[in-house]
């Protein structure tokens, strides 16, 4: 894509062809419960940010310069939206967060009932599997779709996403330590970007020592987002943010603020996302200047 373009032009672009691809991904062909089919669509096409995905296809070409790695992590990127979007349906439902409104509409239990959001849930979770496996068509070689597919799995699963909101749902205000927090942090949210930027520049081709740096860059980033979005939920915008803001506080849960204020919580934003470019520029892409620019451009969002 033109390098000339802003980096907010980048994204609402990326996301524009990433959304293209979601609409297809689930087969025509196949036979599924039609009400099934409508909730894992409500939710899958509810637009966001699709930072995860552009993620996917920023590092893909940022490795070689090479715009045809985009093009061939497309179903991977696919793939991570999937996983973050079953995993924002479960996190909705009563027993987790009970949240009524998500990117600005209503939650999916509260369109189609609890039951019918679990399962399309684990319908997107299922198929995000289905999604990598289709990368070999694309020239994705085997080996490394293989490896795509074991990062994601333990990522996404016990020892990552799931362990983290695991551990969010046991912690509680006054019991859950500053150490117990950045745990929380660095799975339930950190873990999915490090598999986006990890799983991509291994389809562009990443060397060993390349994806050591990434996987640090994006283990920072990761964090410094989230620790953002704790900030976000106590001063942001509501009408922005497309979902009710204080909801941690009224939830009563341990977020960077309660624990160690606004004015250090934005120091630490600042000092993970210097920390994050640090490791970004070690990786000694051929083009890192979009992963870099998207790295300003979260710190300084309002949404």
């Known amino acids: 894509m033109n390098a000339s373009i802003s980096t907010e032009e980048y994204l609402t672009r990326t996301a524009l062809d990433i959304e293209q691809a979601l609409r297809t991904s689930l087969p025509q062909g196949w036979q599924i419960p039609s009400r099934l089919r409508e909730a894992l669509l409500y939710s899958l096409e509810a637009g966001g940010k699709r930072l995860r995905p552009i993620l996917v296809l920023t590092a893909a070409e940022a490795v070689k310069n090479d715009r045809s790695a985009a093009a061939a992590a497309m179903p991977v ?24 409104y998500r990117r600005g509409k209503p939650t999916n239990h509260k369109v189609f009932g609890e039951a019918m959001a679990i399962l399309a849930g684990d319908g997107l979770l299922s198929h995000a599997f ?27 699963g016990a020892a990552g996403m799931v362990g983290g909101q695991a551990a969010d749902i046991l ?28 799983a991509g520049a291994r389809i562009g081709g990443a060397s060993a020592e390349q994806l050591d740096a990434l996987e640090e860059f994006a283990r ?9 979005d704790d ?53 000694n892409l051929a083009m890192p200047e ?8 979260l710190m300084e969002r309002d949404h």
């Open 77 to 100: 990127a696919c793939a991570i939206e999937m996983v973050h979007t079953y995993s924002l349906i479960h996190d909705d439902l009563p027993a987790m967060d009970n949240d009524d």
């Open 130 to 156: 289905y999604a990598v496996a289709q990368s070999a068509a694309y020239g994705v070689a085997p080996q490394t779709a293989l490896a795509i597919v074991a990062d994601l799995a333990k990522l996404s």
């Open 171 to 198: 912690g509680e205000q006054g019991v859950t330590s500053l150490d117990e927090l950045e745990y929380i942090h660095l799975h339930k949210t950190s873990d999915l970007i490090v598999f986006s930027v990890t």
């Open 220 to 228: 920072k980033l990761g964090l410094a987002f989230q620790v953002q």
């Open 231 to 283: 900030i976000l939920d106590l001063i942001g915008d509501e009408s922005k943010l497309g979902k009710p803001v204080q909801s941690d506080v009224q939830q009563h849960k341990v977020t960077y603020p309660y624990l160690i204020g606004m004015e250090q919580s934005l120091a630490l934003v600042a000092r993970l996302t210097a920390e994050a470019k640090h490791a970004l520029a070690r990786a």
């Open 290 to 297: 979009r992963l870099q620019s998207i790295t300003d451009y």
